[in-house]
């Protein structure tokens, strides 16, 4: 019964919090999406010193806690002079890492594609590009889609450690309230529901595209 | 490439050398960046209407208005508070910075505006008696991450440390037992205890008595004096015995006696 009025006395600041928290995972998406399709196709391309450089950069960016990352770039950089407030720098953060787990994701769809595609479209006089670009991506994707998702998920969730910066996303705003109430319990729980609500809506997003790309392949 | 990363640094070199005093940095701006944490009631904290507020967030208003510039607050985490501090993300912290030789390495401090001291807490149906941090060797205490509390804990061999990313997951793993004391401020227990409704006590004074102040970049003699003057001013004229005793009902600029 205390719970109900506690979280609904909560709930305005944990929504506003939640708001945060979906920027930047948006945003993040959108930017590593790009950044991660370039990745990948630097390396399945085989690009010469350009795909040594990305395997490092994804190579890095697994290897280290996004934690670390996040205090690197807000914290480190003014060190040799590049200031970033905390949204761009958290967005940085965020893109970069994601960024690398979905490259390896594409890549793996790329490399899902069978052989045969790749020499039927370069026989067919298409370039290497046309021929990515018209029959291996398209594939790809729709192999990779689960695999994307996967990631972009935990993207949702790792937002929560730009807390780290101090801006106030969904888990900050969560821990002001527990603050002034010392009421972890209920608090918590209700961040996680508001974090499971959003994974939830994009896991249904997720449906839907599965869906549209396997027209092709109904029978 | 090079060239750029080159000049960067060098942009940078030259800017540190030539900076002016951060009182005119300040001053120029028209607002002063401080950085609390939020989250440590009854020193930083948001209230009921999300207003943040405090004993801390009021002195550090206080300084601002008499610098004649704006209070600019942020909140974050107390583990990037100094990291952002010597990385020139705010001008100053106020929130109970305990002033030490290894903080001091790092930056300046203002004179200590708060003295307090490290107290115990514990259950309140609690029947032993931990008189001293030696009397807790075998027992499992808890403290805040990169507190001096932490330090103070884990300089005594046989304690076994378990450290919170803040006093209220502290307390109430104290109240379910999962610990079996916890040290942190005695200025923050009556309040804590009242607002945590948690069956908990105030236990012993442990260690010195601690002073705070308010901490900056290093070399910025200029800024130094004027907070230091506008502290002075403030317990001369009474606004920080009123301030001081509207959240702990006692002038906390002098040294402190235990929290009940």
Known sequence: MEWAGLIEAALPVMLKGALYTLMFAVVAMVLGLLLGFVVALLRVGKVPVLSQLVAFYVSAMRGTPLLVQIFVIYYGLPGIGIELEPVPAGVLALTLNVAAYLSESLRGGI????????????????????????????????LSVPSLSNSLISLIKDTSLVSVITVTELMLATKEVIAQTFQPLPLYLGAAALYWMMSASFERLQKRVERKLELAHQR | MKKILLAT???????????????DTVKQRGTLKIAVEGTYPPFTFKDANQQLTGFDVEVAAEVAKRLKVKPEFTTGEWSGLLAGLQAGKFDVVVNQVGITDKRKETFDFSQP??????????????????????DLKGKKVGVGQGSNYADMVKAVNGIEVKVYPSAPENLQDLATG???????????????????????????????????????????????????????????????????AKWFGIDVSKAPTAAK
């Open chain 2, 178 to 244: 999962r610990i079996d004391a916890a040290l942190n401020d005695s200025l923050l227990i009556p309040f804590a205890i009242k607002q945590a409704k948690l069956p908990l006590k105030a236990g012993h004074p442990v260690g010195d008595i601690t002073t705070m102040g308010i901490p900056f970049a290093k070399n910025n003699p200029k800024f130094k004096q004027a907070v230091d003057k506008a502290l002075n001013d403030m317990k001369a004229d009474g606004s920080f015995k009123k301030i001081s």
């Open chain 2, 113 to 134: 505006y708060t003295y307090s001291s490290a107290q115990l807490i514990v259950r309140k149906n609690e029947s032993r008696v931990f008189k001293s941090l030696d």
């Open chain 2, 9 to 23: 640094l060098i942009a940078a070199c030259a800017g540190h050398a030539m900076a002016a005093d951060l009182l």
């Open chain 1, 111 to 142: 490399a899902g594609v069978e052989r045969g595609q790749w020499d039927a479209g370069l026989s067919l006089g298409l370039s290497w590009w046309q021929t990515m670009r018209y029959i291996v991506a398209p594939q790809a994707l729709r």
